[in-house]
């Protein structure tokens, strides 16, 4: 049986995946091992790093900064490992300063160069296979939201109509969220002024209004299937000829997807 959410420095963990992930990482707070954290971009392999060690992070693509950090800390966490530009110099200053590495990549790196460096490895795997993990991070996000922008939390605020976006993972679950939360912010004013603004560099064609109808139409009519659920219901509602709404659920199918 799966536990319940636990957050540990705003590591988020219900799935399965997540929870072994995070028994390893409890794990090598207790032993000082080198470790190697792979997943894609996203998924929370940094956060996971620092739940281990509050240790200085410093990224790959700067070897200079690296090699000087080696010498004055006893543990760093190291981003994008796969970018190490010469592993024979950096493996002789981890052993004369018996500096431990805590390393993050999002890209496989071989398997001599990981069994070189590393004791032990932990695999996060993408949100899109970890499903149980998904509202408690979009739960997190709407709370990072709040205390961002200083609203009331909460206040006609659902998650429940966000469709999670989950192409990058954590990035672009916490946009989704964010965005959702901005818009259920916005008044007529608000609307308005976006409106006023996208269209500000749209125009100087010789059918704008008509090419641009479509701005209105579309979420008028994604808008009233939501609410009234059928063409018909739609249609006496808006105050429209059935022909009429026909048409323009016809000619703006690729955009409405709907049946």
């Known amino acids: 049986m799966v536990a319940d959410v636990v957050d540990h420095t705003n590591y988020i963990a219900k799935s399965r995946a997540s929870i072994e992930a995070l028994k390893s990482a409890n794990l090598l707070k207790t032993v000082s091992i080198n470790a190697l954290i792979l997943g894609e971009s996203g998924v929370g392999k940094l956060t996971l790093a620092r739940h281990i060690s509050t240790a200085p992070v410093v990224d790959a693509t700067s070897m200079n900064d690296l090699l000087a950090l080696i010498e004055t800390n006893d543990t760093l966490i190291v981003k994008n490992f ?21 390393a993050t990549s999002h890209i496989s790196i071989n398997d001599n160069i990981v069994d070189e460096f590393f004791s032990l490895k932990i695999v ?9 993990d998904i509202l408690a991070l979009m739960e997190k996000f709407a709370h990072e939201a709040y205390l961002m922008f200083d609203d009331t939390e909460g206040e006609t605020f659902s998650l429940e109509s966000i ?24 008044g007529e004013e608000e609307i308005l002024t976006m409106m006023e603004n996208f269209l500000l560099h749209r125009i100087g064609g010789r059918n704008d209004y008509r090419d ?10 994604k808008s009233g299937y939501r609410k009234f659920g059928s063409q018909l219901a739609i249609s006496e509602k808006f105050g429209l000829n059935r022909n009429t709404l026909r048409k323009k659920i016809n000619d703006y199918k690729d955009r409405l997807s709907i049946d």
Do not use: G, Q
């Open 82 to 102: 796969h970018k190490i530009t010469n592993y024979k110099k950096l493996k002789i200053a981890l052993d004369v300063y018996k500096t431990r590495l805590i």
């Open 212 to 221: 641009l109808l479509y701005l209105f139409d579309v979420p008028m009519i």
């Open 163 to 186: 469709v999670p976006d989950l192409t990058k993972n954590c990035y672009s679950l916490r946009r989704s969220v964010y965005n959702a939360y901005l818009m259920n912010s916005f």
């Open 124 to 132: 996060i795997p993408p949100l899109r296979e970890r499903k149980e």
